[in-house]
């Protein structure tokens, strides 16, 4: 029978077949261990590639159903978004611009904001 060594230190023991073949199945258990905690590891990489994944397809569907709403407004209202959301002007100064008292722009704000909420289902 071929002799069975393990090395426990950086040294080279004989031992018993017995010893060796548990000593064999712990260390396959370890490698398993660590193959499974690597495969774990990169599953938890591919959860948060998958979380970015369906946060962009998520923006996705609201930038189109966003669009899909703003096709619906009047002009008007479209054009009041768009120069105090986009143009970063002020209720008050989009007031002066449009010759209006700047509590009716503002009012008028209030209503088309709560108009998209309702066609968004928020």
């Avoid at 096709?71 to 970063?88: A, C, G, S």
Wanted: glycine share 2%; net charge positive.
């Amino acid at each position: 029978m071929k002799e069975k060594y393990i090395y426990v230190k950086n040294q080279k023991i004989q031992v018993l077949r017995s010893l060796y073949l548990e000593f064999d199945r712990l260390r396959s258990q370890q490698k398993y261990s660590d193959n499974k905690y690597r495969c774990h590891t990169v599953h938890v990489d591919t959860i948060v590639n998958d979380t970015d994944i369906e946060e962009t397809a998520i923006r996705n569907v609201l930038k189109q159903q966003m669009i899909s709403i703003l096709k619906q407004l009047d002009d008007k209202d479209i054009r009041l978004i768009h120069e105090l959301f986009f143009n970063w002007k002020s209720e008050r100064q989009l007031a002066s611009e449009w010759g209006i008292p700047r509590m009716t722009l503002h009012n008028r704000k209030k209503q088309v904001l709560e108009q998209i909420r309702k066609m968004m289902g928020f």
